[in-house]
């Protein structure tokens, strides 16, 4: 999907939550943290266009799993053409990762990386994303996010053990980079 027709999903949605894909500095602070060594599965949260879901593909141990949640369905036709066996689409939204994850027996996620746009999403709902994100990920592993402005901080903070923050400004608009890890 090219970035003007990503623009028109924003328009006729407003869940998108963005006016332009994720630029390749912002996919790269995304993804740093991961260790890709070791990471067996990992869950995306509002793949879109799919831009970050590549750039894990690409790294990705041959016997990992990545599974996203996404719910335009614009998008998820755009997901369904990247032929490769590690990727599990579900046209879910984020809330339900856990049953998800239950209902297939795929275990518990090294990361969560997701590019929701918390800010419209409920606070309750926001809230059960979070803790949810958090009572599904191993120790020692992390969700990372980003977000246009540092509302959400506090929120990381009381949910995760640590946070680390990071800054992609070269993307529309600059965004920041929410490191949330589960001691
Ligand atoms: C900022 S856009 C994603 C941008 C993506 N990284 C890209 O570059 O194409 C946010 C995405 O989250 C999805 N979304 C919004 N609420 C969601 C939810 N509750 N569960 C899953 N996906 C959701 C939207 O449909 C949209 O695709």
């Given at each position: 999907m090219k970035p003007i027709q990503f623009l028109g999903q924003f328009l006729d949605n407003?869940?998108?939550?963005?006016?332009w894909p994720s630029s390749k500095y912002l996919i790269r602070q995304m993804i740093k943290?991961?260790?890709?060594?070791?990471?067996k599965l990992i869950i995306e949260y509002?793949?879109?266009?799919g831009n970050i879901t590549k750039a894990i593909l690409k790294k990705m141990r041959p016997d990992a799993k990545l599974i996203v949640f996404e719910i335009n369905s614009s998008f998820i036709e755009g997901l369904k053409?990247?032929?490769?066996?590690r990727l599990l689409i579900f046209?879910?939204?984020?809330?339900?990762a856990a049953v998800v994850l239950n209902e297939h027996h795929l275990?518990?996620?090294d990361y969560v990386v997701s590019s929701l746009p918390l800010a419209i999403i409920p606070n309750n709902t926001v809230t059960r994303i979070l803790s949810g994100t958090y009572a599904i990920l191993k120790t020692g592993c992390a969700m990372i996010q980003f977000q246009?402005?540092?509302?959400s901080l506090g929120r990381f903070k009381r949910m995760f053990d640590r946070v680390e923050v990071k800054f992609a400004p070269i993307n529309v608009p600059p965004a920041l980079v929410y490191v949330c890890w589960k001691k």
């Amino acid at each position: 999907m090219k970035p003007i027709q990503f623009l028109g999903q924003f328009l006729d949605n407003k869940q998108v939550g963005a006016v332009w894909p994720s630029s390749k500095y912002l996919i790269r602070q995304m993804i740093k943290p991961i260790d890709f060594t070791h990471a067996k599965l990992i869950i995306e949260y509002g793949p879109g266009t799919g831009n970050i879901t590549k750039a894990i593909l690409k790294k990705m141990r041959p016997d990992a799993k990545l599974i996203v949640f996404e719910i335009n369905s614009s998008f998820i036709e755009g997901l369904k053409k990247i032929d490769d066996k590690r990727l599990l689409i579900f046209n879910f939204p984020a809330e339900m990762a856990a049953v998800v994850l239950n209902e297939h027996h795929l275990g518990s996620p090294d990361y969560v990386v997701s590019s929701l746009p918390l800010a419209i999403i409920p606070n309750n709902t926001v809230t059960r994303i979070l803790s949810g994100t958090y009572a599904i990920l191993k120790t020692g592993c992390a969700m990372i996010q980003f977000q246009y402005s540092p509302s959400s901080l506090g929120r990381f903070k009381r949910m995760f053990d640590r946070v680390e923050v990071k800054f992609a400004p070269i993307n529309v608009p600059p965004a920041l980079v929410y490191v949330c890890w589960k001691k």
